[in-house]
């Protein structure tokens, strides 16, 4: 029987300093954003405000893998297997203290929860980093994190983002001098204790959550999920050797007959004008695909505060695969980002960025979350937003929506009636000159 507790009676819980390993210093990587149309990376190094933090000792032992079975009853999984349909909702960057967008967000997931029919129920909510601003501080997970959740009946597992292992700044007054990287997350996400309320000052039922590491592999019936973390720096992912080695063992691991899905808390891509792309993270995860011969279908990042969809068009082999990247980092941090203009407005889309990059859609002015359904054959993705409101909670629209063939590895609209045009977005071909950015 699980150990963890779901909220109102429904499972609504919740659950060293190493080599550093740079991104190819010898120029032999070759990025899919190179000369894009779009500025989707940095074109210049920005220095971390903070060093690389240390990682916490692991909860389990290696690999550092997490089965369903351990989240959900064991006639729930069965439920899933036998369905051929595995549904979960996943958004980032959520618990701003300066706003209530959160729980804006949150109502409308729990309201896509409760509507959805027996058997497409979402089985957890994949939480992609940046859980509590601004320093993943222990006493802050009260109110925006249990507090924000404690009607929504799902589960909730997560990656930590750069703000969960973010130091004090001193620049803000006293540094606490008890304060460790992560301390906040390892609590609430990597507990000994999973049956543990995870607050008590709230109304929350909802327990700790016992993963086995700051980065770890979700196993599934239909799908596996592989989480990385990508540490402190606002602007570039950093990841040591340890850590891609795993992460390699792990891609080689992954049952080439399911849908595999990679989470990473810093984009490779992302056309917004304050936090743009991670070329190191473009490159970990493009170096490491090569050194394996696995591809996955799906990339996850938040970090950045809007919704963007990217495909890539990948030679693997002498075959070429599609691998869509989706940043969705608008889960309620109060400010959203924008996108650079093309031709002096907010671009049309699809664009080709690249040979090999497209921009196929994007959100840059609602808050929402992604529902993902995987079978055998595909992952469809349907992101759902919504104009912010202080005390109501609308119908979301179905602003992007998109299938992922699994065998053909091609992807498509899943609805041509659910193209958006949110944020600015005109639904036609385009094809920007470089030059013409503002």
């Avoid at 507790?5 to 819980?13: H, I, K, T, Y």
């Avoid at 080695?245 to 691991?253: H, I, N, P, Q």
């Avoid at 743009?276 to 695909?289: I, M, P």
Wanted: aromatic fraction near 10%.
């Amino acid at each position: 029987m699980t150990r963890h507790v779901l909220a109102q009676g429904r499972r609504a819980g919740n659950r060293h300093q190493h080599p550093h390993a740079a991104p190819d210093a010898a120029g032999t990587f070759t990025s899919h954003a190179a000369g894009a149309t779009l500025p989707v990376q940095a074109k210049t190094f920005v220095a971390p405000h903070y060093p690389f933090q240390p990682l916490p000792t692991p909860l389990g032992a290696a690999p550092y893998r997490f089965d369903l079975s351990q989240l959900l009853h064991p006639a729930e999984v069965a439920q899933i297997a036998s369905s051929g349909k595995l549904v979960f909702h996943s958004v980032g960057d959520t618990g701003d203290e300066r706003g209530r967008q959160m729980d804006f967000v949150a109502a409308m997931m729990t309201q896509d929860y409760d509507n959805s029919a027996a058997g497409e129920v979402p089985a957890f909510f994949y939480h992609l980093g940046d859980v509590v601003y601004f320093a993943g501080d222990i006493d802050m997970y009260g109110e925006n994190f249990y507090e924000t959740y404690s009607g929504y009946p799902g589960l909730i597992v997560s990656i930590p983002g750069n703000h969960d292992c973010q130091p004090d700044d001193p620049q803000d007054g006293p540094v606490d001098p008890n304060k460790k990287p992560l301390d906040g997350w390892v609590q609430n996400f990597m507990s000994p204790t999973p049956d543990k309320l995870g607050s008590l000052k709230t109304n929350s039922s909802r327990t700790q959550m016992d993963l086995p590491n700051v980065y770890w592999t979700f196993t599934t019936p239909l799908a596996t999920i592989i989480g990385l973390f990508s540490n402190v720096s606002e602007t570039e992912a950093e990841i040591h050797k340890d850590q891609l080695d795993w992460f390699k063992g792990e891609l080689t691991a992954a049952d080439p007959d399911k849908a595999l899905i990679v989470a990473i808390h810093h984009p490779p891509y992302s056309g917004d004008t304050e936090h743009s792309g991670s070329t190191a993270a473009e490159q970990y995860l493009f170096e490491s695909f090569a050194a394996t011969g696995k591809y996955p279908h799906l990339v996850l990042s938040g970090h950045v505060h809007n919704y963007q969809r990217f495909t890539v068009s990948q030679d693997a082999g002498g075959k070429n695969v599609n691998i869509a990247f989706v940043v969705a980092g608008d889960g309620g941090y109060t400010k959203l980002g924008k996108l650079h203009n093309v031709h002096g407005a907010p671009p049309d889309v699809p664009l080709q960025l690249t040979e090999t990059l497209r921009l196929e859609n994007y959100d840059q002015d609602n808050f929402g979350f992604v529902r993902f359904e995987v079978t055998a054959d595909s992952i469809i993705g349907t992101f759902y937003s919504a104009p912010y409101q202080v005390s109501a909670t609308p119908a979301p629209n179905a602003a992007d929506s998109f299938t992922i063939d699994l065998k053909t590895r091609s992807s498509s609209p899943a609805n041509k009636a659910a193209k958006s045009t949110a944020g600015g977005a005109k639904s036609r071909e385009k094809h920007a000159k470089p030059g013409q950015l503002t």
